[in-house]
């Protein structure tokens, strides 16, 4: 399995991009930079692509909605070239809250416009032709009525470095997957368990595979947790609480956070209703403390030796390609913790 781990937040952005360089010459694989609603990460990854030489680099996501399908293009041709071909475009719908409520854009058709993202994103690299789109969401040029009428067809000026840039989507819907599984090189899940795959998305993992291009690579599963390994570490177990709270809690409204549904399909369906219940009326440590401890243990990396040895091998049973970490400590322990990850692997 690769390695990856997302850019950590630091007071110190130039910190947290040292610990980037150093992690890299630990032989770390891939960095991905989020987006939700501080500092763009486009802007943090030209920064990255500058002060490193082999890790790729990767938006860990780029919102469907705060960007036009060309300028993801763009900026993803321009990402690649100023890395050297080392960058993947990751794509994820956000949520309602952060689309609607910070960008003021509709959060409708999630799913719609994934696919044709992906279509035009890649028919943009490939410059076969000036770009005509015709799809539900996205029509290119603008058609006549909707503006001045002076649209263009037109190719992208610049010739991108590759003209099939890995796309990677964070994905738990049950469609989403399916889709992911049909058109992205790589799929981003989150509180993965691994012995729980089949019952939680094997069927669409099928559905989306069966439907794949076979042009397309095997489909890069990249999961993970956070990480501390060694006799005495329950304490960072405990400290994995509060964000998964927010998330099974916190991130969306009733009937709308992914995140709650999916653990309820994990089988706490009255855990993941209680934490929504206790984070949405502001009771925020009642609902860490509710996160069942079985799903911390087992959607992270977090004990002795043996016991990460054991999950290392879970998680490449269920077929994850990339490991997705959550480096907890100092720039030392973290490069630590690399190798005897790497150690540990089957």
Not at 40 to 60: K, P, R, W
């Amino acid at each position: 399995m690769r390695l990856a781990t997302t850019l950590p937040y630091a007071k110190s952005f130039a910190a947290a991009a040292q610990k980037v360089v150093e992690l890299e010459k630990a032989g770390l694989d891939l960095v991905y930079v989020a987006e939700a609603y501080g500092n763009d990460a486009v802007s943090a990854m030209g920064y990255l692509a500058a002060v490193t030489e082999t890790i790729e680099i990767g938006s860990g996501i780029l919102p469907l909605y705060s960007r036009t399908p060309t300028l993801l293009a763009m900026t993803a041709a321009g990402m690649d070239d100023v890395s050297d071909g080392r960058f993947v475009l990751g794509l994820g719908a956000s949520g309602p809250q952060v689309v609607e409520g910070f960008h003021g854009v509709p959060y409708d058709a999630p799913l719609g416009r994934t696919r044709e993202i992906i279509e035009i994103c890649r028919a943009v690299w490939a410059r076969e032709a000036p770009l005509v789109y015709e799809g539900r969401q996205y029509q290119l040029p603008l058609p006549d009525g909707r503006g001045t009428g002076l649209g263009k067809p037109l190719k992208l000026v610049s010739h991108p470095r590759r003209t099939r840039i890995p796309i990677h989507v964070a994905a738990l819907g049950p469609r989403n997957v399916a889709q992911t599984a049909e058109l992205a090189e790589g799929w981003l899940p989150l509180f993965f368990w691994p012995e729980k795959l089949d019952g939680a998305f094997g069927a669409e993992l099928r559905e989306g595979a069966a439907r794949r291009h076979p042009s397309l690579p095997a489909l890069d599963i990249i999961a993970g947790g956070m990480v501390a390994i060694g006799d005495d570490v329950d304490d960072v177990l405990d400290r994995a609480r509060p964000m998964a709270a927010l998330y099974i809690g916190g991130m969306g409204a009733k009937g709308a956070n992914f995140y709650n549904a999916l653990v309820a399909r994990y089988g706490y369906e009255k855990e993941a209703a209680d934490i929504q219940d206790l984070y949405l009326s502001g009771r925020k440590k009642e609902a860490a403390a509710a996160v069942p401890r079985d799903l911390l243990r087992s959607t992270n990396l977090i004990g002795s030796e043996g016991f990460v040895r054991d999950r290392l091998a879970c998680y490449a049973a269920a077929g994850v390609s990339t490991l997705n970490l959550g480096l907890v400590g100092p720039t030392d322990v973290s490069v630590a913790m690399l190798d005897t990850l790497r150690s540990l692997m089957p």
